[in-house]
C-alpha cells in the first residue's frame, strides 16, 4: 500500500482512521509520532498528567498485526486518544487533579474507556485537570496550570475543567480527547483551545467510573479538531449502561451521521436576547453576528427568542447545585485544613458546607419548573445560539478565583441540554473564539448538523497554533 505524506498529527480522525484501516499508515509509526510530539512540547504546554509511552508502544504492534492478518475489529483499529485524569483504568492512578489522591489506583475500567478499547483505540495517556474537575479557568494550583497552545510568549488560560485534553488535541499531541462537563468543562476549553466540544445530555454517555463532581450535572463529551470528527468520537460513545442508571431511561440515540451532512436550510435557529450581549467583548460579538449571518447565507432562518431566565441568574443557580453536591462527595477533603488541596477550589466546594437540604431541593424543583418554561420558549426552535465564552483566553496571571467564565454553559448543564462548541473566528492578536449551539435534551444530532453545516462554510476549526 502507498504510504502517507500526510502528518499524522494533524490529519483529521476520520482520514487518520481511513489511512490506518487502507494500511498507508501503520499505528506503530502513528504512535511514535504523537509520542514524539508529546516529548518535543509537552515540557511547556503541560497538558499530560502521565503518557503511557511503553503501554501505547504495544498497543499499537498488536494494532498493526491485527489489521495486516485481516482482524481489524473496526474502522478506528490503532487509532490513538487521550482521555481527562478523571477517567478509571483499572490498576493506574486517577488522581482526579488533586495531590490528595495521588496514589488512587483505579479499582476498575471506565465503560467509556471499555467501549475505545472494544474498538481497538489506544490511550496515550491521562491529561491534567482543574482539582476535582472544579472551575472553567483551568487553572491547578497543585499540578500546574496546561498553557494555552495559542499564545506561546504568555501563559494564558486554557479554559477548564477539561483542560489538558484541550491544550492536547489543539497542539497536536493527541488526534482526540475527552473532557467531562458539569458547567461548562467541556465547551469552555474548546473554546479557547480553538476546538469542536461536544456537551452531552445526561445520560447520553455512561458516567461509570468516572470521577464525579455533581452527579446531576456530570457528563463526558468529545473534543476534536472539528465536529465531523466528534461527531464520529460521540458515535462509539453514547448507549445504554446498566452500571449507569441515567443511561437505562435516555432515549435511544439517533446515528449522528444519518443528519449531519443535511446542511442548515430549512432550521429555525434564535439569536440570543439583545441584553446577553453585555460583557461580550467586541471581538466576540462581531465573530458571532457573523456566524449567524453565515448560517443564514445556508439557508437557516434566525429569529429572536425570549428566554425564561438571564443566563447570569442560571450560572448561579447551577453553582448552588454543584456545591451542595460535591461538598456531599469530597466535603471531608475540603474541610480538612492538613490536607493540600488549591486555594481557589476549596472555597467553591465549601460553598456548599451552608446550603440546607431544604435549599439544595428547592433548588432542583426550580430547575424542573425553569425547564418546562425554557423548552416551551424553545417550542419550533431548532437551536439557541450563543458565544461560548465572553471573551478570548486571559492571561493566567489576570484569572480572578472568585468568578467563572461559564456564563453562557452552565445554563445547558441546569436545563439537561445538550450543546456544541465550534471555532467561528480569532482575535486581532491570533487568540480563537467559539460560536456556542444549544439543542434540546437528546437532541445531539441536531447541534452536529448545525456544526458542521457551519465548518463547510468556514475555515476556522482547520488553523493551528503558531509554532506548533
Same mark, same amino acid.
Given at each position: 500500500m502507498p504510504a502517507s505524506n500526510a502528518d499524522p498529527c494533524y490529519l483529521p480522525v476520520h482520514r487518520l482512521a481511513a489511512d490506518i484501516a487502507a494500511r498507508r499508515l501503520s499505528p506503530v509509526d502513528v504512535v511514535d509520532a504523537f509520542l514524539a510530539r508529546i516529548a518535543a512540547h509537552d515540557p511547556k504546554l503541560h497538558a499530560y498528567i502521565d503518557v503511557y509511552a511503553d503501554d501505547a508502544r504495544?498497543?499499537?504492534?498488536?494494532?498493526?498485526?491485527?489489521?495486516?492478518?485481516?482482524?481489524?475489529?473496526?474502522? %478506528?483499529?490503532?487509532?490513538?486518544?487521550? *482521555?481527562?485524569? &478523571?477517567?478509571?483504568?483499572? +490498576? /493506574?492512578?486517577?488522581?482526579? @487533579?488533586?495531590?490528595?489522591?495521588?496514589?488512587?489506583?483505579?479499582?476498575?475500567?471506565?465503560?467509556?474507556?471499555?467501549?475505545?478499547?472494544?474498538?481497538?483505540?489506544?490511550?496515550?495517556?491521562?491529561?491534567?485537570?482543574?482539582?476535582?474537575?472544579?472551575?472553567?479557568?483551568?487553572?491547578?494550583?497543585?499540578?500546574?496550570?496546561?498553557?494555552?497552545?495559542?499564545?506561546?510568549?504568555?501563559?494564558?488560560?486554557?479554559?477548564?475543567?477539561?483542560?489538558?485534553?484541550?491544550?492536547?488535541?489543539?497542539?497536536?499531541?493527541?488526534?482526540?480527547?475527552?473532557?467531562?462537563?458539569?458547567?461548562?468543562?467541556?465547551? %469552555?476549553?474548546?473554546?479557547?483551545?480553538? *476546538?469542536?466540544? &461536544?456537551?452531552?445530555?445526561? +445520560? /447520553?454517555?455512561?458516567?461509570? @467510573?468516572?470521577?464525579?463532581?455533581?452527579?446531576?450535572?456530570?457528563?463526558?463529551?468529545?473534543?476534536?479538531?472539528?465536529?465531523?470528527?466528534?461527531?464520529?468520537?460521540?458515535?462509539?460513545?453514547?448507549?445504554?449502561?446498566?452500571?449507569?442508571?441515567?443511561?437505562?431511561?435516555?432515549?435511544?440515540?439517533?446515528?449522528?451521521?444519518?443528519s449531519l451532512r443535511r446542511g442548515a436550510r430549512g432550521l429555525k435557529l434564535a439569536r440570543m436576547p439583545a441584553a446577553e450581549r453585555d460583557g461580550c467583548t467586541p471581538e466576540v460579538l462581531a465573530a458571532y453576528d457573523a456566524a449567524l449571518d453565515t448560517l443564514a447565507r445556508q439557508g437557516a432562518e434566525i429569529v429572536e427568542i425570549a428566554l425564561p431566565c438571564r443566563f447570569a441568574d442560571a450560572t448561579d443557580m447551577t453553582g448552588r447545585i454543584i456545591g451542595s453536591e460535591a461538598y456531599q462527595l469530597i466535603g471531608d477533603l475540603v474541610d480538612n485544613p492538613a490536607l493540600s488541596i488549591d486555594e481557589a477550589v476549596r472555597p467553591r466546594i465549601r460553598l456548599g458546607r451552608g446550603i440546607s437540604a431544604r435549599d439544595y431541593l428547592a433548588a432542583l424543583a426550580e430547575r424542573d419548573a425553569l425547564k418546562r418554561r425554557f423548552l416551551a420558549a424553545l417550542d419550533g426552535i431548532d437551536a439557541l445560539l450563543t458565544p461560548t465564552t465572553q471573551t478570548a483566553a486571559i492571561r493566567v496571571a489576570a484569572v480572578d478565583q472568585t468568578t467563572t467564565p461559564a456564563h453562557f454553559t452552565r445554563l445547558v448543564n441546569l436545563l439537561e441540554l445538550c450543546a456544541l462548541a465550534v471555532p467561528n473566528g480569532f482575535t486581532a492578536t491570533g487568540l480563537p473564539i467559539s460560536l456556542h449551539i444549544v439543542c434540546r435534551p437528546y437532541d445531539e444530532a441536531t447541534a452536529l448538523q448545525i456544526g458542521w453545516a457551519y465548518q463547510q462554510a468556514t475555515d476556522w476549526h482547520e488553523h493551528r497554533p503558531p509554532g506548533l
Open positions: 504495544l498497543a499499537a504492534e498488536a494494532a498493526d498485526m491485527a489489521i495486516r492478518a485481516g482482524h481489524a475489529v473496526g474502522p %478506528l483499529h490503532g487509532v490513538p486518544i487521550a *482521555l481527562k485524569d &478523571l477517567i478509571d483504568l483499572q +490498576g /493506574r492512578i486517577t488522581t482526579g @487533579g488533586s495531590p490528595v489522591w495521588r496514589e488512587r489506583r483505579s479499582p476498575a475500567t471506565a465503560t467509556l474507556a471499555r467501549r475505545f478499547f472494544a474498538q481497538g483505540m489506544i490511550v496515550l495517556g491521562k491529561t491534567h485537570t482543574v482539582e476535582f474537575a472544579m472551575g472553567g479557568w483551568g487553572t491547578n494550583q497543585h499540578f500546574g496550570t496546561p498553557w494555552n497552545p495559542w499564545d506561546l510568549a504568555e501563559h494564558r488560560t486554557p479554559g477548564g475543567s477539561s483542560s489538558g485534553t484541550g491544550v492536547a488535541v489543539a497542539s497536536g499531541m493527541a488526534p482526540w480527547g475527552i473532557g467531562t462537563d458539569t458547567g461548562g468543562s467541556v465547551r %469552555l476549553p474548546a473554546s479557547w483551545c480553538g *476546538l469542536s466540544g &461536544l456537551k452531552t445530555t445526561i +445520560g /447520553r454517555v455512561s458516567a461509570h @467510573g468516572i470521577l464525579p463532581l455533581a452527579p446531576s450535572l456530570d457528563t463526558p463529551g468529545p473534543m476534536a479538531r472539528s465536529v465531523e470528527d466528534a461527531a464520529l468520537l460521540y458515535s462509539i460513545m453514547h448507549g445504554p449502561d446498566p452500571l449507569d442508571p441515567h443511561t437505562l431511561s435516555a432515549p435511544q440515540a439517533a446515528d449522528p451521521f444519518t
